[in-house]
């Protein structure tokens, strides 16, 4: 038998030590604390940045490839339909979908009022995996007919338009053209930054305006399957296209979001050792308080041979014992909590500043994993520092003590 473990399990079964029961439990409690909320930070953060992410990329997809031009409007140089490279990029394992894309600055005009947005004309065998779940009203566009639209909700409310009603759209070109549109749907990324500049169409209707020839277009918009490879696939498509042509990021298109993603990565980090050292500090002062109050029974263990190291493990089971049960209602607190926000939308946001209307949940059971392991070690390891006092504790003044 482990005698360590032995007396560890004697001590915690001990009657009348309300005190240190009471001690167990705010160790057992700071523990379990810690591990919800860096559960539910990463849960939120995650959920946070991926929101974002869709939304971002919904609109501009992951990738770009444009003919390089040192026009910097919203005018774009045509790109010929060349079989040849769209071939090739399909062809990449990587990439999910090509897609040929078109824009055209413009003017909207409603009864009562005017706007200037970038009209964005989507080829027939355009990818909507990405966009379909930020329409809120209406329907995608029919391809046959070239005169619909698809205007975001905050552009609606600035033109008090509706769905099915129409619009006349300005054309910015010489001489100046214009045409009556139809609204079929409705959207809303959150995101007032790309929400009140786009405005979706068929490509024909531009390259019609435009009186391109040979279904000409604007620039390929590329989605692939993980963003992780994002860089690896840029080299493929510089391969294939010649170098007149160039290709974007999507983190080189909009930086200033994945700007705010770093700070918020540093941020998190901050956060996370905070925690965790107040979990630490918790738990020397829960081991401290049992040792002195042990003190005679570890001048008695000392008198009768035992050894530092052997007095020291009875601690650190009762330590380890802590951290465990710690780390169980940690979980069980943090899953809980992140389950009930992500099926039931309790905690909501200010859309306008938070890009959507409610706290985002991200699983990741990874993460769970590592999360416990780091704490279990960190703390673990923490406590070896008050169990070194045992050394200092002399027998004979330890047995003065009446336990």
Do not use: C
Request: glycine share 4%; proline share 2%.
């Amino acid at each position: 038998m482990n005698i360590a473990l032995f007396l560890a399990n004697k001590i915690r079964h001990t009657k009348n030590q309300t005190f240190s029961s009471l001690i167990i439990k705010v160790g057992i409690l700071s523990i379990s604390i810690a591990v919800s909320v860096l559960i539910l930070s990463f849960f939120v953060l995650l959920g946070f940045k991926n929101t974002i992410k869709k939304k971002l990329f919904s609109q501009t997809s992951h990738l770009q490839v444009n003919k390089i031009t040192l026009n910097r409007s919203f005018e774009e140089a045509t790109m010929l339909n060349n079989l040849e490279y769209y071939t090739k990029a399909k062809n990449i394992n990587e990439i999910k979908s090509v897609n040929k894309v078109a824009l055209k600055s413009v003017i909207l005009k409603s009864e009562e009022e005017i706007s200037g947005v970038v009209l964005k004309g989507l080829e027939k065998n355009f990818d909507w995996t990405e966009f379909s779940e930020n329409i809120i009203e209406g329907r995608k566009l029919n391809y046959d007919s070239t005169n619909e639209v698809l205007i975001s909700s905050r552009i609606a409310k600035e033109l008090q338009l509706k769905l099915n009603e129409d619009l006349l759209v300005y054309f910015i070109q010489n001489p100046p053209r214009a045409r009556k549109m139809k609204i079929v749907g409705i959207y809303n990324t959150n995101v007032e930054e790309l929400d009140q500049v786009y405005v979706l169409t068929n490509l024909s209707a531009i390259q019609k305006i435009n009186n391109w020839e040979n279904g000409e277009f604007g620039h390929y918009e590329i989605f692939i399957k993980n963003m992780e490879n994002v860089e690896q696939v840029k080299k493929q498509l510089l391969d294939i296209f010649p170098q007149e042509f160039e290709v974007l990021k999507v983190t080189d298109i909009i930086p200033q979001f994945f700007d705010w993603f770093k700070l918020l990565d540093r941020n998190i980090v901050m956060v996370i050792a905070l925690i965790i050292v107040v979990a630490a500090f918790n738990m020397i002062s829960v081991l401290l308080i049992m040792i002195m109050e042990r003190t005679p029974m570890v001048g008695l263990l000392k008198a009768i041979g035992s050894k530092n190291s052997q007095i020291r493990n009875i601690f650190l089971a009762n330590g380890s014992r802590i951290i465990i049960w710690g780390l169980l209602w940690g979980n069980i607190i943090g899953l809980g909590l992140a389950f009930i926000q992500d099926k039931y939308k309790i905690f909501k946001l200010d859309a306008t500043n938070y890009y959507m209307e409610f706290v985002p949940i991200t699983w990741n059971w990874g993460l769970v994993f590592i999360i416990n392991i780091a704490v279990f070690l960190v703390v673990f390891l923490i406590t070896f520092l008050p169990s070194l006092i045992i050394k200092r504790i002399s027998p004979v003044e330890a047995l003065k003590y009446k336990d």
